[in-house]
């Protein structure tokens, strides 16, 4: 079993910028594609961004333009760079894998998740 941990929320000032790194416990992002979701005290989690291993990505269009998803084979880590951080991206982010290589936007098409970064924003 994939272990995925985040790390790297914390609280920002609007405008502000936080990179979320996610460390799996093996060599798995060059055969498994990988998501960052989040989910907002009240709301369902939803989907952010996410990779292929090939590099292809896609995003919800509220963080285009303002999130990167990246990923380091190297250091078994997938990153979630957010800049001009607004209030409204206040939420638990999670990471997650799947041993998949074409990309989703579904929780149910990803079976390995992390247990959450907590990133809050403040006006």
């Known amino acids: 079993q994939v272990q995925l941990v985040e790390s790297g929320g914390g609280l920002v000032q609007a405008g502000g910028s936080l990179r979320l790194s996610c460390a799996a416990s093996?060599?798995?992002?060059?055969?498994?594609?990988a998501a960052w979701f989040r989910q907002a005290p009240g709301k369902e989690r939803e989907f952010v961004a996410a990779i292929t291993p090939s590099g292809n990505t896609n995003y919800t269009d509220s963080v285009k333009g303002r999130f990167a998803i990246s990923t380091d084979n190297a250091k078994n880590t997938v990153y979630l760079q957010m800049n001009n951080l607004k209030p409204e991206d206040t939420a638990v982010y999670y990471c997650a894998a799947a041993p998949l290589t074409s990309l989703s936007m579904s929780e149910l098409r990803y079976g390995n998740w992390g247990q959450g970064t907590q990133v809050t924003v403040s006006a």
């Open positions: 093996g060599r798995i992002f060059s055969t498994h594609r």
